[in-house]
């Protein structure tokens, strides 16, 4: 019996098998759509758009040309013609379509297309854009705003009642009066160096506001005071901060000038002359308040090799090390911004800072119980049921 033909016929009929195979995939081929799409206003955009978001197809794996994109097409509840609004490229899962109107109600239908491959339709909810007055998903700091405000409000008012608001102790501040005491007796003046940055620098402010308490302690023992300044600015406000400081201890006569000197306009030239300052004048205290940078380490060394009292106070966390190693006391971050309220003692400046003190302590208590629902597990929906269910 011959068997090579039967042969070539099974051969054949494999081949055919073989070729068709390949092709039925391309045929039968299926691509998934993406889901959960969903239709939301767009806050505070005046009622002029909506944001269409979804999860992606599980085709789309975040690797970039997984699929081609997503084709988005809108209609309206009055007309049920699904229109092509756009084409977005493939790992984007949320779209603004823009120029709406408020008074119409959208829906929203999305589908993964990959070359002549087209998804099934996923449809979103009924949205229609709205004019907001105001953000609802900040209505959590509206409230702090409020209670913050309010705590300013009530505690001014009772530090003008003159009810006592309590206010740790802080050392450096404590020691200025001994300082200048000391500088009085040994009959040499008080340095102080509020920062070396611009009037537009926080911490050059808060410096300036200590420099007034300062110098009213000095006009009142008659201590020399010398505060050297970097820019013009800041120069011209501190020349006013003394001067007033003066006056209101009821020594204008005793204010000079040249107390509050522009000695240089470079970093370390500023420096150099302040060294030369500390060698020549030798003051009793040199007091350090407001914004610090590589200068100073060099400042406090020199300062500490004339046996002077160093007291000082920076935000710049990167300078404390080097205040803390060489100066007697340091007020570290927020106490330097404190320190005017704890020193000047006005009601505005203590009801501020009693009231930061509070919002601080609301905070710390919110962070808390929100790692603790973490930890337990407490989503939006358990707090959902467990309120607005009952």
Not at 379 to 386: C, G, R, S, T
Request: proline share 4%.
């Amino acid at each position: 019996m011959n068997f090579f033909p039967i042969l070539k016929i099974k051969v054949l009929i494999l081949f055919f098998l073989f070729i068709s195979s390949k092709a039925l995939p391309q045929e039968t081929q299926t691509l998934l759509p993406p889901s959960n799409v969903v239709a939301e206003d767009v806050l505070l955009d005046e009622g002029k758009a909506l944001r269409i978001s979804w999860k992606l197809s599980p085709e789309d794996k975040g690797v970039k040309g997984d699929i081609d994109g997503y084709q988005i097409l809108r209609a309206t509840k009055a007309d049920s013609v699904y229109q092509e609004v756009a084409l977005v490229e493939d790992n984007i899962s949320e779209y603004e379509d823009e120029g709406l109107s408020d008074t119409v109600e959208y829906v929203y239908a999305v589908r993964a297309k990959k070359k002549d491959l087209i998804s099934g339709l996923s449809y979103s909810n009924y949205a229609k854009p709205e004019v907001n007055w105001f953000r609802a998903d900040r209505i959590n700091m509206f409230i702090l705003l409020t209670v913050f405000s309010l705590s300013v409000i009530l505690y001014i008012r009772r530090a003008k009642l003159g009810k006592p608001l309590f206010i740790r102790k802080i050392g450096g501040m404590e020691a200025v009066e001994e300082a200048v005491g000391r500088a009085t007796e040994m009959g040499k003046p008080v340095l102080f160096i509020p920062g070396i940055q611009e009037i537009d620098e926080i911490q050059t402010i808060a410096g300036l506001s200590i420099l007034g308490r300062v110098a009213k302690i000095t006009a009142t023992y008659d201590t020399p005071l010398i505060v050297p300044i970097l820019y013009p600015m800041a120069f011209a406000a501190g020349q006013e901060v003394v001067k007033e400081s003066y006056l209101d201890a009821g020594k204008p006569d005793s204010y000079k000038k040249d107390m509050v000197k522009y000695v240089a306009g470079e970093q370390f030239a500023y420096v150099a002359a302040v060294s030369g300052i500390m060698f020549r004048e030798r003051p009793a205290a040199n007091i350090f308040m407001g914004a610090f940078y590589a200068e100073s380490l060099l400042l406090a060394e020199t300062g500490q090799s004339t046996g002077a009292i160093q007291i000082a106070g920076t935000a710049n966390p990167h300078q404390l090390p080097f205040f803390i190693a060489s100066c007697d006391y340091t007020l570290m971050g927020e106490e330097l911004y404190a320190a005017s309220a704890y020193l000047s003692k006005k009601p505005v400046l203590l009801g501020s800072l009693k009231a930061q003190d509070l919002m601080k302590i609301i905070l710390v208590l919110i962070i808390a119980f929100c790692a603790v629902a973490i930890t337990l597990g407490w989503d939006q929906e358990f707090f959902y049921k467990l309120f607005l269910e009952r």
